[in-house]
């Protein structure tokens, strides 16, 4: 997984990075998210936003942390019903599946 804070970030970063991994707090918004692909799949994360009532940014975090782990995909763009912009869908992935072969 990529690091949460850059290496030309502040302490200050680096430090609130480490405080959401060791929390636990990274891992909870992680599950969160995936649960919300899993109930509203192809959605952009806009619209995940609004439907759930979840932050829109800790879902643009932890989006992408979802899909280096294997958990996510990200599909084809649509219009964003919300932005009214083209954005990504996202897409659960299920246990065991393998997606990198089937696309």
């Not at 949460?4 to 200050?12: F, K, N």
């Not at 998210?33 to 609004?50: I, R």
């Not at 439907?51 to 782990?69: F, K, Q, S, V």
């Not at 084809?76 to 996202?90: I, L, Q």
Request: aromatic fraction near 4%.
């Amino acid at each position: 997984m990529s690091h949460l804070a850059r290496s030309t970030d502040i302490s200050t970063s680096h430090e609130a990075a480490a405080h959401v991994v060791s929390s636990g707090l990274q891992a909870a918004q992680q599950d969160r998210a995936a649960s919300a692909l899993k109930a509203h799949p192809g959605l952009t994360s806009m619209e995940l936003a609004k439907a759930t009532g979840h932050d829109r940014y800790m879902l643009a975090r932890r989006l992408p942390e979802l899909l280096e782990d294997g958990r996510a995909w990200r599909g084809p763009k649509k219009p964003c019903a919300v932005s009214g912009r083209s954005a990504c869908t996202w897409w659960p992935v299920a246990p065991g599946d393998n997606f990198p072969l089937a696309i």
